[in-house]
């Protein structure tokens, strides 16, 4: 356990949810962007709050632990660790600093990284006595909070790293999935799209055969992922279900895929529930050519956006003690 | 090329379509049972069929090529090859003999091994210009004839052998998956199921919900199958979508589903659309307790049954000459 008092320093990543075909099921992490948060253990009197909230960043999110993503994700921590546990949370909190370097809303998991990020800390201020799957199972009250629903796909690699197949949400079963090189490209177009209406205008039934279609692409990609095979990967890179519904809500969708494929990406898609777009490349060449062509669509567009460069993060949410 | 009028032998193994929860895009193949087909090249005279189709077994089915399985899966190949050919198809025609072993109607590929037989064979003796996934377009027309649908589930693992994808039927792309030793039980309780009829007794619309629980047991199944993990591969052998429907036309399917579990199966369910059922085990000794669950139900269920305890077959279609 880490004395009170004493910082730890957090380093959180950005997540992309999805993966195009696998919708509620794949994920993987990115070096660029992620959070920073600060978290050390203090003393606290009778009647005052367990977790304390500081936001250093000017997005004035909640405070409240109970309406805060990281809040929420280690209340649900301390619940089940005060059952059998020789801390007394009577007397000890958290205190958190949250850095975000990940906009709120971008759709690269903002919500995850500070769940994720706050939930990794306390672990590893308490002794470490939680696995990784506990870890996601506390995150996911964060996600709760965020979007009203329990979804661990950006959860699952902010904790584990690289690429996670969520198999199942009751019970959780988080599978980490080998992944080749490969470079990530995301633009953030500065619209607002909010994870309740992206789940909302989803249709609530699929036909059989895009369901097949859909599967048939699911496999697709993880045999791609585990042997390294690229051209497979770009060919599973495909959406029959959810992307032709969501992409309505984001300005150029079509015409960016077009043009960044037309310059060598593997395949990409929506971010989780966007309006961030994201595509996979062999080389890093390819990722800073497609880098061009979201610049140049966003900027004939006159929308303000924001890119980043980057690859697949193996490692997880890191801790600097 | 081999010489008119010398046979070749072929080998046509039983394969088991859909795998659980990979309706229309899983398969693998089984060492037994499987067909015995022998083929030549015969001159014939203008007027002549260019393919005559020999029964050596008594289940009286067509000799009409365009009626014949095994016929119309050669007829695609001989109309493809005739377009840029040194060979002269209006001379020349194939021989094929067929003695089923594989019992027509079983739900273990029995059509499948038929066609597929036949255009290994047949391109066997013109010197094996086409590549398997050829072999797997040509033999799919069998399928049609046989059920109506062009599809490869049980066919691409009848050529390739071991476990395949069918990530796309068109364009046609197979991928072979690696897979751990496993030991397969089959139980055939002796009741007719008619694929189309347990093809449309399919809903058409499935629920996004479902089709997300299916898409995680699938992406499940292929890692697990890859990392030779199975625990993973027993978790991931459920099937919310196709089961539930065509298992009410199996009687005992629940019962047996529990018992063969019970004794230590990994998992299983029908084979492609059935009567057969199937289950996967770790260890040989499983695989033959499972086989007396299977005969002690089916028995005391008063039907006809046959069972075979076997494993994977990663050959496919093999020739002798």
């Known amino acids: 356990m880490v004395p009170v008092n004493q910082w730890i320093k957090i380093k959180a990543p950005a997540t992309v949810a999805n993966m195009v075909c696998g919708f509620d099921i794949l994920g993987f992490a990115v070096n660029n962007p992620y959070d920073e948060m600060e978290m050390r253990f203090v003393q606290r009197a009778a009647g005052q709050a367990s977790i304390t909230i500081i936001n250093i960043d000017d997005y004035n999110l909640p405070t409240d632990p109970e309406k805060n993503v990281a809040g929420a994700a280690l209340l649900a921590m301390i619940e089940e660790y005060t059952a059998n546990s020789i801390i007394d949370f009577s007397t000890i909190g958290f205190e958190v600093k949250i850095n975000k370097l990940i906009k709120p809303g971008s759709g690269v998991g903002s919500s995850a990284a500070s769940s994720a990020g706050a939930v990794v800390g306390a672990n590893y201020l308490l002794g470490n006595p939680f696995s990784k799957d506990d870890l996601v199972r506390f995150a996911m009250n964060g996600e709760k909070v965020a979007s009203g629903v329990k ?171």
């Not at 999935?177 to 990530?184: A, H, I, K, R």
């Not at 050519?289 to 929308?303: H, I």
């Open 151 to 321: 979804h661990a796909d950006n959860i699952a690699p902010c904790i584990h790293g690289g690429v996670t197949l969520v198999r199942s949400i009751f019970p959780l079963e988080v599978i980490a999935l080998p992944s080749p090189t490969l470079f990530v490209t995301i633009v953030h177009p500065q619209i607002e799209v909010r994870t309740a209406d992206a789940r909302s205008i989803l249709k609530q039934n699929v036909q059989l055969k895009d369901a097949i279609k859909q599967w048939g692409n699911i496999a697709g990609l993880v045999a791609g992922l585990m042997k390294g095979d690229y051209d497979l990967i770009g060919r599973s890179l495909e959406d029959v279900i959810i992307e032709p519904v969501r992409s309505i809500l984001i300005p150029g969708f079509d015409d960016l895929k077009k043009a960044c494929k037309a310059v060598g990406a593997l395949g990409g898609g929506i971010s989780g529930s966007g309006p961030s777009i994201f595509f996979l490349s062999k080389e890093k060449e390819t990722a800073l050519a497609v880098e061009q062509e979201m610049k140049k669509l966003y900027e004939g567009l006159g929308l303000a956006h924001h890119t980043y460069v980057t690859n697949i993060n193996q490692k997880g949410v890191e801790i600097e003690a």
